[in-house]
């Protein structure tokens, strides 16, 4: 799936050992927003210090994060995480954002009924307008 926002909140950033293979960890949690009428906000991570540092996400920026959804049980709770896999710079158009056709016609084109008739004349008895 992909979003395309502007950054908004960085989160510092968290690190460990994993238990079980030893090995060191790192993600940084950011917040876009979503321009609309109603203006949207996503919380999303990325893991893995060479990606954070690839990505290099600046405050105020527009991008288009592209990233996964997974839920996990903890505790009787279920939780989401989203975790983006790809940053790109600039406001690009979201490809999964559908197309909406306007009952309307585009302006310049056929109405889709004639115009009005004026009535053949003043002494016409019949002036109702069909």
Do not use: C, H
Request: a negative charge.
């Amino acid at each position: 799936m992909d979003l395309t926002g502007k950054v908004i909140a960085i989160m510092q950033p968290r690190s460990g050992v994993s238990q079980r293979t030893g090995n060191q960890w790192m993600t940084q949690e950011y917040v876009i927003e979503v321009p609309g009428q109603y203006p949207k906000k996503m919380l999303f991570n990325i893991f893995g210090e060479d990606r954070i540092k690839q990505f290099n996400i600046q405050m105020g920026e527009d991008i288009t994060v592209s990233f996964d959804i997974d839920a996990r049980e903890y505790n009787g709770r279920w939780f989401n995480d989203i975790r983006a896999f790809n940053i790109q710079r600039g406001v690009v158009a979201p490809a999964a954002a559908p197309a909406v056709e306007s009952p309307f016609p585009p302006q310049g084109a056929a109405a889709p009924f004639p115009p009005a008739q004026e009535p053949a004349g003043e002494g016409s008895a019949d002036d109702l307008p069909f």
